[in-house]
């Protein structure tokens, strides 16, 4: 199948930048413009902020066994043999910095460590998504999203970004985000987006997020003056799933289901960005291993989910007559679940050094948000810190780029440390 070029362009992209390529970046070098990540997961979040230029500095994430630990397995005597705790390894793998644990088990420690510029967390949003049971903090989990806030303010950095699903205000009647931007913006200017679009900036999948980036107060004007990306230009043709698909002769038989479907009433063109429905095996989503509703190759990719479900498409020479059978159908391969995220070309090869299971790839991936999304927003936030610097710090030189200048800039961050010392950065 020849490759249109939009199909081209977001390859390069996703092979520019590995796994491996930010690990040696962290390790080799050290900015000021420094990252947290709580709640780090499978890392494409922090893959993306390494590639904005930033530098992670410590993070957090539980292990499955022993989740109330609130420092790394290994950090302590008589769980340094744990096995279980892949995410926390892969975090020290990749960034060569501490892991701290559960999030919420020791929030008073924050004070005792190096504070960051910028501060990212991607709360599980099961019980705020649609498809799930949308009883927000009245729930296992969900009670961590107006909660962060307790965390964040411990930790005061100069930048904070909390993700979510686009569903969240609306949960709980919107209660939940309401205590957390309330208990922040004593402190925090907040810009907020609701419906922000994965595919708005170039990843192929059909999803939308709730985003919030609170800036400092300290920053004056610049807390104020923020602005969320631009939107990517839309191609054409228009970037789909059929862009990222495996060869239908390479899909091994354990993912073809040949289960009764029934075309939809109502069939439409597709529509760049939004998933295109083709027929339905039953009512709702259905199990991850059987999803009830098939999509065409023509419209983006649903969002994967933690077990990889939500994904099922025709075979890919299948023409739609509009009231046509589908025929056999497929689910997504691991590889075309990596590609609609944007996910680095080594994404499997990391994960499997970690654990080669089938399971931890697909939680990794479903817990994320998408790269270039991802990108986007946290290479908006380093260019709003450079400007600030820029305006208000008289010790940077006036004839650097700030753009591509880390090394000046980063002089600069030190010299407002030390001339500024209430603010929380070192």
Excluded at 258 to 275: A, F, L, M, W
Excluded at 287 to 297: E, G
Excluded at 323 to 339: F, H, K, Q
Excluded at 395 to 418: F, T, W
Aim: aromatic share 8%; charged share 20%; net charge neutral.
């Amino acid at each position: 199948m020849k490759q249109t070029e939009v199909a081209k362009e977001r390859q390069i992209w996703r092979d520019s930048f590995t796994f491996q390529q930010a690990m040696e970046q962290c390790h080799e070098t050290h900015t000021q413009f420094t990252v947290v990540v709580l709640q780090s997961g499978g890392l494409l979040c922090t893959h993306s902020s390494i590639r904005a230029g930033w530098t992670p500095i410590w993070g957090t994430e539980i292990c499955p066994t022993h989740t109330s630990a609130p420092i790394m397995c290994q950090a302590i005597e008589q769980l340094k043999d744990c096995n279980k705790n892949s995410q926390q390894r892969m975090w020290h793998h990749l960034t060569g910095t501490p892991c701290y644990g559960n999030t919420f088990a020791n929030i008073t420690q924050y004070a005792k460590l190096e504070h960051p510029v910028y501060l990212k967390v991607s709360l599980e949003c099961t019980y705020y998504c649609v498809g799930g049971a949308q009883t927000g903090s009245n729930s296992l989990t969900g009670w961590q999203l107006p909660d962060i806030s307790v965390v964040i303010l411990e930790i005061e950095p100069l930048i904070v970004q909390i993700e979510n699903s686009s569903n969240a205000p609306n949960v709980n009647l919107g209660h939940d985000v309401m205590t957390l931007k309330q208990r922040l913006s004593d402190r925090y200017v907040l810009h907020i987006r609701d419906q922000v679009s994965s595919y708005d900036y170039g990843d192929n999948i059909h999803s939308r997020r709730w985003i919030c980036i609170g800036l400092h107060k300290r920053m004056g004007d610049h807390a104020s003056s923020y602005t969320f990306p631009n939107k990517i230009k839309l191609t054409q043709p228009p970037y789909c799933a059929r862009d990222i698909a495996d060869p239908d002769e390479s899909i091994p038989p354990s993912l073809w289901r040949k289960d009764n479907t029934s075309r939809s009433r109502s069939q439409s063109q597709p529509i760049p960005g939004e998933v295109h429905p083709l027929a339905r095996a039953g009512p709702g989503m259905g199990s991850s291993w059987k999803p009830n509703l098939v999509t065409s190759w023509d419209g983006a990719t649903p969002r994967p989910t933690t077990y990889g479900g939500a994904i099922r498409h025709p075979k890919l020479n299948w023409v739609d007559y509009g009231d046509n059978p589908v025929g056999p159908t497929r689910l997504a391969t691991n590889n075309e679940l990596a590609r609609s995220m944007s996910a680095p070309s080594d994404t499997m090869a990391f994960y499997a050094m970690f654990d080669n299971s089938d399971e931890f790839f697909k939680r990794n991936i479903g817990n994320a948000i998408s790269c270039m999304l991802a990108g986007a927003i946290d290479t908006s936030v380093l260019n709003h810190v450079k400007a600030w610097m820029l305006k208000d710090i008289v010790q940077i030189p006036k004839n650097i780029e700030y753009v591509n200048d880390h090394k000046a800039l980063g002089v600069a961050v030190a010299n407002l440390c030390s001339a500024h010392s209430d603010i929380n950065m070192r």
